[in-house]
């Protein structure tokens, strides 16, 4: 059965790090795309960062490009966000997500979702 956890979320204030993690469990990496999601308060669900499955080049969100940055150990079967000089609109709940061959970031594409972690940034 494939699961994912996510955690590491919390309260920061602005300009400051965290990081996300997204343990896997039921799967591995290697035929699926994973990827990192927020849903705003008021706003949608929106892609943050996705790792393709096809040749595992990574997307990220113009709103967070050169402030986060998304990893995988493969033999902790865990994913990660890097998140840097957070900023007070980064508040939302974070989810991580499996694609099995997927190569997008496209929220409809996910099967497999975690249950969410909340970062909150101060200003």
């Known amino acids: 059965e494939v699961q994912l956890q996510a955690s590491g979320g919390g309260l920061v204030q602005a300009g400051g790090s965290l990081r996300l993690s997204c343990a896997a469990s039921?799967?591995?990496?290697?035929?699926?795309?994973i990827g990192w999601f927020r849903r705003a308060p008021g706003k949608e669900r929106e892609g943050v960062s996705c790792?393709?499955?096809?040749?595992?080049?990574?997307y990220y969100a113009d709103s967070v490009k050169g402030r986060f940055t998304s990893s995988i150990d493969n033999a902790k079967n865990t994913l990660y966000l890097q998140m840097n000089s957070l900023k007070p609109e980064d508040t939302a709940v974070y989810y991580c997500?499996?694609?099995?061959?997927?190569?997008?970031?496209?929220?409809?594409?996910?099967?497999?979702w975690g249950q969410g972690t909340q970062v909150t940034v101060s200003s």
């Open positions: 997500a499996a694609d099995l061959y997927g190569s997008s970031c496209s929220l409809e594409e996910y099967d497999y």
């Open positions: 039921g799967f591995t990496f290697d035929d699926y795309a």
């Open positions: 790792i393709s499955s096809s040749d595992s080049s990574t």
